[in-house]
């Protein structure tokens, strides 16, 4: 008989965003004639801008002619894009990263999920606490996790509670972790992490020889010159870093799929280099980003589509202005909004998170995210979404303050 992996056994419940949906879906259900608006999942509602397009359409046709054909595609991406990606996200800000350092993938999601394949199950992992559950439900699938206990938090893995009282920030752990996920700006606090904060965490891992994951999904959105745009621009960082990025927020490819991950060549464990090791992980368990796809990828960092992607963006970041002087006029603590797309709100009075939720879904038809779907450190807080409809964002918050 086929035995099946227990670990997926132990993983509570659905996951937090199949959750909410399924909150808001049933609501709905029941409730026909409602208008419900959704400043919950981080989906992006503008269309993909107008270089994107057309390189697409382009695309489209260069697979209409034999002479232009594509078929199945380099393992780890086109040189088009991979050069195009280490001239303006790298090379443009003083950072040296090799064309053979990056993968092109289908999302920073599955890259994040799927990265933990080249490390042993018996690494010791260190996440934030409140966090972006993929970190820690794949690392529960692959057996790394432990058991998950009444407390909410999963016996072997170390929790670094980012709070108010230390803006947000995880402090250095006294249990030495092998693995060290960090995601700035971040989800779903919206705080951003400085140079100096990123310094502590690079020298952190280099000493005690940790491999930091870096998440940088959102750093488009960074409004202060003083922040990093990447860990690599800290000192020592290729040694001890693997760096996550998305085209999702960047460009509005939620619903096309593409990122990349950087690997560097100098990052080396147990007389290995961890690219190498991710390069034969991708050759083997994926065939690619499509050419379509990668092409429409390329387009944002011509002059043109930067014009247009920075004004999606500044969208985005309106919508984020909006949400958080309307719920600060409403009476809550709020975080983030500033250098992130996401804003972190305190319930009122205490409120369970899940409570809070849903009682702005039932009264004024608002979906958020509620924070304890986060990790315990997320109890007690929501977490908002700029990534809707402008006028939709304006009612929504509108809505809240009546309420509150």
């Known amino acids: 008989m086929a035995k099946i992996n227990r ?129 820690v439900d794949s690392n529960a699938m692959a057996g790394r996790a432990g058991d998950f206990g009444a407390d909410g938090r999963w016996s072997n893995l170390i929790y670094m509670p980012c709070t108010a009282e230390n803006g947000f920030a995880p402090e250095l752990p006294s249990e030495v972790p092998d693995i060290i996920y960090l995601c700035f700006p971040n989800n779903p606090t919206g705080a951003a992490a400085t140079k100096e904060q990123l310094k502590m965490w690079v020298d952190y891992a280099a000493k005690n020889g940790s491999v930091i994951l870096y998440d940088s999904a959102y750093e488009a959105y960074i409004t202060d010159p003083e922040i990093p745009h990447t860990i690599f621009e800290i000192e020592g960082a290729k040694e001890c870093a693997i760096e996550f990025r998305s085209f999702s927020k960047t460009a509005g490819f939620t619903g096309t799929r593409c990122a990349y991950t ?24 994926f065939n690619g980003t499509p050419y379509i796809v990668q092409r429409g990828a390329a387009a944002i960092y011509t002059e043109q589509g930067k014009i247009e992607c920075r004004k999606i963006i500044d969208y985005y970041m309106n919508n984020a202005k909006v949400i958080r002087e309307g719920l600060i006029k409403a009476g809550l603590e ?42 315990p450190s997320g109890e007690g807080y929501i977490r908002l979404t700029a990534f809707g409809d402008s006028e939709a964002t304006k009612e929504a918050v509108e809505r809240i303050i009546k309420l509150l």
């Open 7 to 135: 670990n997926f056994t132990k993983l509570p419940g659905s996951y937090l965003f199949s959750e909410t949906a399924r909150r808001a879906a049933a609501f709905a259900a029941k409730n026909p004639g409602k208008k419900i608006i959704k400043l919950g999942i981080g989906d992006a509602t503008q269309p993909l801008a107008p270089s994107v397009i057309k390189a697409m359409h382009d695309a489209v046709d260069d697979m209409a002619a034999k002479e232009t054909f594509k078929g199945y595609g380099p393992d780890f991406g086109y040189d088009f894009l991979i050069d195009a990606i280490a001239k303006n996200d790298y090379a443009a800000r003083g950072v040296d990263i090799g064309i053979d350092e990056i993968f092109v993938s289908d999302g920073a999601k599955s890259d994040c999920g799927n990265i933990g394949e080249i490390f042993s199950v018996d690494n010791r992992v260190a996440v934030c606490d409140p966090v972006y559950p993929v970190y």
């Open 262 to 285: 950087v690997v560097p060549k100098a990052l080396v464990r147990e007389g290995v280099q961890l690219n190498s090791l991710w390069a034969r992980r991708q050759s083997t368990k």
């Open 334 to 375: 709020v975080f983030g909004g500033v250098n992130a797309p996401y804003i972190w709100a305190k319930t009122p009075n205490g409120m369970p998170s899940w409570d809070f939720f849903d009682m702005l879904l039932n009264k004024v038809n608002v979906v958020t995210t509620p924070g304890a779907g986060f990790g």
